[in-house]
Structures are given as structure tokens and as C-alpha cells.
T-cell receptor
Framework: EDQVTQSPEALRLQEGESSSLNCSYT??????LFWYRQDPGKGPEFLFT???AGEEKEKERLKATLTKKESFLHITAPKPEDSATYLC????????????FGKGTKLSVIP | SQTIHQWPATLVQPVGSPLSLECTVE??????LYWYRQAAGRGLQLLFY??????ISSEVPQNLSASRPQDRQFILSSKKLLLSDSGFYLC????????????FGPGTRLLVL
């Protein structure tokens, strides 16, 4: 059974204080790893898809990286508007349409 | 561009009452469609997915059912709601294929009292 564990559960940062969120996964064969951002009361917003170890993607202050066992979402010089819950999900197994999600990391950026 | 709609946005229903939540996608044809439930403190749980009209796959046996009467319409239903059906229901779509990125709608908050 696929498992996704995100840490920490919650993270408070001062504005400008860079940090990383972790997503550890156990799958039979990774076919894709996805990062989403979710604001309170809204649907998840797609950020990145990573397919193979060593792959990196960037968007503004966010950078996602992937190894064979985990993914990191690096946040450089965060701003208060980066406050949200960040979700990680994996797709594995041929013929599977299912994404397995972690419980998320709630990020708060304090001005 | 593609847009996904869900309604209603919020719903308060008594236990034992029926349920119908609707999801529609614009700007694409023959999408794969998904229903998820997000409960407090838990990850998103896939409930149903559909690869075409009338084709529904259930991931979790439960009190709910899904239907796809039209290409870009996905409906989540229940004949009798339980307290445990409360949660945030999300619809998602992909353009096809198994490893396509899933794009989510705005969600429906359901409270069963």
C-alpha cells in the first residue's frame, strides 16, 4: 500500500526566513509526485509534478526536488501570502488512477 | 482554458436526507473525472473516478454513489446521509492518461446534522 508522510505538520516562519517542507513516500513504483497548495475553504491548487529522482522545478519562491524516497518543497524568502497548507501526492502502479495524498503541512508566514 | 465548477458551495443537511452534488468541467472534452472527500486532519480520500460517460469506478465502499450522465458532468449522490458523510467534497479532472496532473474544483462543504 502506498504511503505518503509529510513533515512537519505545521511550520511558522518569519517573513524572509527560508525553509523546506518534506514529503516521504513509500510506493511500489513511482510514476509521478505532485505538490499542491490549498488555502482555507478552497480546492487544492496545482504547483508541480515531478517524475524521476533528481528532477527539480521552480516557481517564484518555491522549488520542488525529488529523490527516490522523498521530495522537498523549498521556500525561499517567504511572504505572508505564501501561508497555506501544502499537499504532496503520489501516483504509482500501472493502471492506477489514484493519487495517494499526505495530510499536508500548514505553513504560516508571519510579517 | 479549462474551468471546473462545483455546487453548491456549502450545504447543511439533516441525517437521513438525500444528497446531490454536481461538478462540471468547461473547455475540454472526454476528461477523466474524480470525487474526493477531505475530512479534518486527514488526507484527501478518492471516492469515485470516471473515464467516460456511464463509467464509474468506486474506490471506497460507502453510503455514496456517483454518476456521469454527460461528458463533462459528474454527480455525487446519497439516498440517506449519515453524520460521517460530513466533510469537504472535491471534484477533479484530468485530460486523460494515468499520470496526468489532477486539477481541482472549489469544493463543497457538507455538514450533516
Amino acid at each position: 500500500e502506498d504511503q505518503v508522510t509529510q513533515s512537519p505538520e505545521a511550520l511558522r516562519l518569519q517573513e524572509g526566513e527560508s525553509s523546506s517542507l518534506n514529503c516521504s513516500y513509500t510506493v511500489s513504483g513511482l510514476r509521478g509526485l505532485f505538490w499542491y497548495r490549498q488555502d482555507p475553504g478552497k480546492g487544492p491548487e496545482f504547483l508541480f509534478t515531478l517524475y524521476s529522482a533528481g528532477e527539480e522545478k521552480e516557481k517564484e519562491r518555491l522549488k520542488a526536488t525529488l529523490t527516490k524516497k522523498e521530495s522537498f518543497l523549498h521556500i525561499t524568502a517567504p511572504k505572508p501570502e505564501d501561508s497555506a497548507t501544502y499537499l504532496c501526492a503520489v501516483n504509482s502502479g500501472a493502471g492506477s488512477y489514484q493519487l495517494t495524498f499526505g495530510k499536508g503541512t500548514k505553513l504560516s508566514v508571519i510579517p | 482554458s479549462q474551468t471546473i465548477h462545483q455546487w453548491p458551495a456549502t450545504l447543511v443537511q439533516p441525517v437521513g436526507s438525500p444528497l446531490s452534488l454536481e461538478c462540471t468541467v468547461e473547455g475540454t472534452s472526454n476528461p477523466n473525472l474524480y470525487w474526493y472527500r477531505q475530512a479534518a486532519g486527514r488526507g484527501l480520500q478518492l471516492l469515485f473516478y470516471s473515464v467516460g460517460i456511464g463509467q464509474i469506478s468506486s474506490e471506497v465502499p460507502q453510503n455514496l454513489s456517483a454518476s456521469r450522465p454527460q461528458d463533462r458532468q459528474f454527480i455525487l449522490s446519497s439516498k440517506k446521509l449519515l453524520l460521517s458523510d460530513s466533510g469537504f467534497y472535491l471534484c477533479a479532472w484530468t485530460s486523460g492518461g494515468e499520470v496526468e496532473t489532477q486539477y481541482f474544483g472549489p469544493g463543497t462543504r457538507l455538514l450533516v446534522l
